[in-house]
């Protein structure tokens, strides 16, 4: 024990030595002039003028920071409103796909002679494969089945188109006659009728009509030699027809897993699904068509056999021809009835005729539609219209003709792979993706 007379206190715990230690420290800062109390802040030396503390320094308000949108990228973008972001994102966009879709237009035009035929091959396909599939259920070879069904349908096309130009040519005259005795009807009924027109006037119009026909004499031949050139397009894209009809009815699988494997690996399957459901719907689309057109045809037809109207199976296969152009061909081959009606056998009958092509129109377009075309393809009417439109000014007839079935084909397509789900995998997807590099 210790004789210094401290007892314990000689040696001090460790918290006194803390705090002399502390002390100590603090001396020595004072002495720099830069010491700092216990709470952290700086103590002012004796030379050095006294720091304001922070209860009495004044109050400095923070800069306000604006909420940024997290699709803008700099401060500019911040300070352009939302909405024209938006706008302006759309715009170009927008833009973009519409330049894009007029180059499509522009190549599609410049090798219009390939594209229709095709386009026309696949609507007969679609027509034509159910009967190639029923022949090869029957164990028939593929290339025979494919050339029993093109040849029988190909004889029942000219059969019908011999049947129709021979009833044409039989009844041409009768028609000539009755035309002109309906002219000379129109000529009594504007000299008698509201207009009281004279003979000079009526010999005036002729004779515009005939110096009308005298100066563009040479525009009309110029047109029959586009014509011809016409012709000789037309049988071109006929055998192109043809042959694209075989191959696809024959090949179509393997040509359609030759341009799956041309896509990424992990869109093959999408693809395919949305391919082979937009191929269902096209075969759909075009059987109800055919069915439908045939009951408008047959309609029509035996009421102008039953009212004795001339060209009654002509009359009736333009009807059918017509109705693979929704509302617009039913309606343009009845005003063709109704007028070959009003020119041959009076008002009356082509009143009746008219009520005729009204009821058909009506039965289509409310029962025929929605039972038949409506369980095939669910398009819009406003849609259609739109779309046979597009199709004239495009491509004339065989726009309107191929219009429909493009829009319902690419209404599957869309919806198929806008679908989020894992389609089904067919097996030839299996061997797409077995044999994918």
Same mark, same amino acid.
């Given at each position: ?46 030379? @050095? ?6 209860? =009495? ?10 909420? #940024? ?36 237009? *522009? ?13 026309? !091959? ?20 593929? =290339?025979?089945?494919? !050339? ?21 040519? *039989? ?11 309906? &002219?000379?009807?129109? @000529? ?18 002729? %004779? ?10 040479? !525009? ?12 000789? %397009? ?23 897993? $030759? ?34 057109? $045939?009951?408008?045809?047959?309609? &029509? ?26 509302? /617009? ?25 008219? !009520? ?20 095939? #393809? ?7 219209? /739109? ?36 389609? %089904? ?13």
């Amino acid at each position: 024990m210790c004789r210094c007379g401290y007892g314990r206190e000689a040696n001090p715990p460790w918290e006194v030595r803390l705090r002399r230690f502390e002390q100590l420290r603090a001396r020595l800062r004072r002495a720099s002039g830069s010491s700092s109390d216990p709470s952290g802040g700086q103590v002012p030396a004796a030379n @050095q003028p006294p720091v304001a503390t922070p209860e =009495s320094a004044p109050v400095v308000p923070e800069p306000v920071t604006e909420e #940024v949108h997290p699709s803008t990228s700099s401060r500019d973008d911040a300070d352009v409103p939302h909405a024209l972001r938006i706008a302006a994102a759309w715009s170009w966009r927008l833009i973009v796909i519409g330049l894009v879709g007029w180059a499509l237009l *522009k190549v599609v035009g410049t090798i219009r002679i390939v594209i229709i035929p095709l386009a026309i !091959a696949l609507l007969l396909s679609a027509l034509l494969a159910p009967l190639v599939g029923l022949l090869l259920r029957a164990r028939l070879p593929r =290339s025979l089945a494919t !050339a029993v069904v093109l040849v029988a349908g190909l004889a029942a096309v000219v059969g019908t188109l011999t049947l129709v130009v021979n009833e044409f040519v *039989k009844g041409v005259p009768d028609l000539s006659r009755n035309a002109t005795d309906g &002219i000379r009807q129109i @000529q009594e009924w504007l000299k008698t009728g509201p207009l009281h027109l004279s003979d000079n006037q009526l010999n005036s119009y002729i %004779e515009q009509g005939e110096q009308w026909i005298d100066e563009n004499t040479q !525009a009309l031949t110029s047109g029959a030699v586009s014509t011809a050139a016409t012709v000789a %397009e037309l049988l071109t894209g006929a055998l192109l027809v043809l042959f694209a009809t075989f191959f696809f009815l024959r090949d179509g699988g393997r040509i359609w897993r $030759f341009l799956v494997r041309l896509l990424p690996v992990a869109a093959r399957w999408r693809v395919d699904d949305a391919g082979r459901a937009s191929w269902s719907t096209l075969v759909a689309y075009v059987r109800a068509t055919v069915l439908v057109a $045939f009951i408008d045809a047959v309609g &029509i037809g035996i009421f102008l056999v039953v009212f004795d109207i001339p060209f009654a199976f002509p009359l009736a296969a333009l009807v059918f021809l017509g109705a693979f152009i929704p509302i /617009v061909g039913a309606t343009l081959s009845g005003a063709v009835a109704v007028l070959v009606a009003l020119v041959d056998s009076g008002w009356v009958r082509a009143l009746v005729i008219l !009520a005729v092509v009204i009821g058909v129109q009506q039965v289509e377009g409310h029962i025929l539609q929605p039972l038949i075309m409506g369980r095939a #393809v669910a398009i819009h009417p406003l849609a259609v219209i /739109v779309g046979i439109a597009a199709g004239v000014v495009l491509a004339g007839i065989v726009g309107a003709l191929v219009s429909v079935p493009l829009i319902a084909v690419l209404n599957t397509a869309v919806r198929r792979l806008a679908h989020r789900r894992t389609p %089904e995998v067919p097996p030839d997807a299996v061997v797409v993706a077995a044999k994918a590099p």
